[in-house]
């Protein structure tokens, strides 16, 4: 991946009437490719990712490669279901953006609803180390409170 440093923090935004959000400069440039392109990407209930392009598009390769290999050796035969379910998975889980000006995001249809916040609701901004998050807040605080006492596991296995 082409980034080289993570991305951490977290704060508090709004989302405006029009379904718009401000980002930090900070953490939009570090999920903005050269180009200009973002990729939105639906996480899990009442969160969503922002990616550069490149790196999630290679994620994304790199992946389907390797189920492609799968499928040309005969090897997906018994699991047609599966590979349809993460079709339809694929087909509506990522679209590409533009930031507009001063670090906004337009939050799409489709994604409005899976973020579950009203236009004037609060969001919680995450560094996420590769990407950023987009939380709905009271799925980030349950999040947080199952996860953080995994923490210094987590770190001295990463770290080690």
């Given at each position: 991946?082409?980034?080289?440093?993570?991305?951490?923090?977290?704060?508090?935004?709004?989302?405006?009437?029009?379904?718009?959000l401000t980002l930090p400069t900070e953490m939009a440039n570090a999920v903005t490719d050269e180009d200009g392109k973002t990729?939105?990407?639906?996480?899990?209930?009442g969160c969503l990712s922002l990616w550069r392009a490149a790196d999630w598009q290679k994620r994304l390769?790199?992946?389907?490669?390797?189920i492609e290999q799968k499928m040309s050796a005969g090897r997906m035969e018994e699991r047609w279901s599966e590979v349809q379910r993460l079709g339809r998975l694929l087909s509506t889980r990522s679209k590409d953006i533009q930031l507009a000006k001063r670090s906004r995001v337009l939050v799409?249809?489709?994604?409005?609803?899976?973020l579950n916040v009203k236009?004037?609701?609060e969001v919680m901004i995450v560094g996420a180390a590769i990407?950023?998050?987009i939380w709905n807040p009271s799925n980030w605080l349950e999040l947080l409170q199952?996860?953080?006492?995994?923490?210094?596991?987590l770190f001295k296995d990463l770290s080690g």
């Open positions: 991946m082409a980034t080289n440093i993570l991305i951490t923090g977290e704060i508090k935004r709004t989302l405006d009437e029009r379904h718009r990729v939105l990407v639906k996480e899990r209930a390769d790199d992946g389907i490669a390797i799409p249809e489709g994604f409005r609803e899976f236009p004037g609701g990407c950023i998050e199952a996860e953080m006492p995994e923490f210094s596991p």
